[in-house]
């Protein structure tokens, strides 16, 4: 059973940092690419970053240069590390993969960038 679990959310100040968290599990990490989604108020799902199974990444336009992602697959862990974050940035971000044809997410976790 694929289980995605994240953490690391919370509230920061503009210009702050956080790092996301998503533990994998029930499958083979080190095969699947991985990837960041992020839902805003009243806003469409947005892919935000992906890292392929060998740890080339790609962004979303509004978060180049500032977030970056990460795997370690002996941890069968995706890291999101987020710097100079934005009030725009506030989201529920979502961890995700695609398992032959099927998506799997996480619960969940809010950040909240505001002063």
């Known amino acids: 059973q694929v289980q995605l679990v994240e953490s690391g959310g919370g509230l920061v100040q503009p210009g702050g940092s956080l790092i996301l968290s998503c533990l994998a599990s029930?499958?083979?990490?080190?095969?699947?690419?991985m990837a960041w989604y992020r839902q805003a108020p009243g806003k469409q799902r947005e892919l935000a970053a992906v890292?392929?199974?060998?740890?080339?990444?790609s962004y979303v336009d509004s978060v180049k240069g500032r977030f970056t992602i990460s795997r370690d697959n002996a941890k069968n862990t995706v890291y999101l590390q987020m710097n100079s974050l934005k009030p725009e940035d506030t989201a529920v971000y979502y961890c995700?993969?695609?398992?032959?044809?099927?998506?799997?997410w996480g619960q969940g976790t809010q950040v909240t960038v505001s002063s």
């Open positions: 890292i392929s199974w060998d740890s080339s990444a």
């Open positions: 029930g499958y083979i990490f080190s095969n699947f690419r």
């Open positions: 995700n993969t695609n398992i032959l044809g099927s998506e799997y």
